[in-house]
Antibody, heavy 122, light 108 residues
Framework: QVQLVQSGAEVKKPGSSVKVSCKTS????????ISWVRQAPGQGLEWMGG????????HYAQRFQDRVAITAVESTSTAYLELSGLRSEDTAIYFCARGRDMASFASPLDSWGQGTLVTVSS | EKVMTQSPATLSVSPGERTTLSCRAS??????LAWYQQKPGQAPSLLIY???TRATGIPARFSGTGSGTEFTLTISSLRSEDSAVYYCQQYDSWPPYSFGQGTKLEIK
């Protein structure tokens, strides 16, 4: 059974950066896409981007393209989301999730991390 | 970008009844459509993928239909634990793999 465990809550100042980790276990890491989805307080889900590490390939939603970086370390089966230029509107819970289908971004998300709350406040 | 629109925004239904949630895509997503359930304080969980295939462990009272631009999630014999927000997501065209805004289901 695949498990995704994320790093703990963060409080950041506007203009700074945050890096959230997502460690996977119980399955093959590098052949499945890991996506990042965020949820602002009381709001819906927003897909930000993803990575398939075996191809060293990333996809990003255009609105985050210039300030997001998703990386992966295969040796530790861990994916990372780094978001820079933080503003108050980035306050949200950030989830990582694994695609169901091997080697494809076009896949439903069948395993999710517990979420990481990032608060941006001066 | 393909925009996903869900209706209604909220729904209140009695236990034992059947209900239908709708999801419409601004352009065809073929059958690359998933439904998720999210309970308060929890991560979403996958219910349906490929528009109509139940994910592992999902009971048969959850069913999905549709293709192209119109999709429905039907929940029969509603139970109190079905109270949640339900999201549809297209994974046909990237990026982004857009979500609907959600339907909040309340069990009376």
């Amino acid at each position: 059974q695949v498990q995704l465990v994320q790093s703990g809550a963060e409080v950041k100042k506007p203009g700074s950066s945050v890096k959230v980790s997502c460690k996977t276990s119980g399955g093959t890491f590098n052949t499945f896409a890991i996506s990042w989805v965020r949820q602002a307080p009381g709001q819906g889900l927003e897909w930000m981007g993803g990575i398939i590490s075996i191809f060293d390939k990333t996809h990003y939603a255009q609105r985050f393209q210039d300030r997001v970086a998703i990386t992966a370390v295969e040796s530790t089966s861990t994916a990372y989301l780094e978001l820079s230029g933080l503003r108050s509107e980035d306050t949200a819970i950030y989830f990582c999730a694994r695609g169901r289908d091997m080697a494809s971004f076009a896949s439903p998300l069948d395993s999710w991390g517990q979420g990481t709350l990032v608060t941006v406040s001066s | 970008e393909k925009v996903m629109t869900q209706s209604p925004a909220t729904l209140s239904v009695s236990p034992g009844e059947r209900t239908t949630l709708s999801c419409r895509a601004s352009q065809s997503v073929n059958n690359n459509l998933a439904w998720y359930q999210q309970k308060p304080g929890q991560a979403p969980s996958l219910l349906i993928y490929g528009a109509s295939t139940r994910a592992t462990g999902i009971p048969a009272r959850f069913s999905g239909t549709g293709s192209g631009t119109e999709f429905t999630l039907t929940i029969s014999s509603l139970r109190s634990e079905d109270s949640a927000v339900y999201y549809c997501q297209q994974y046909d065209s990237w990026p982004p793999y857009s979500f609907g805004q959600g339907t909040k289901l309340e069990i009376k």
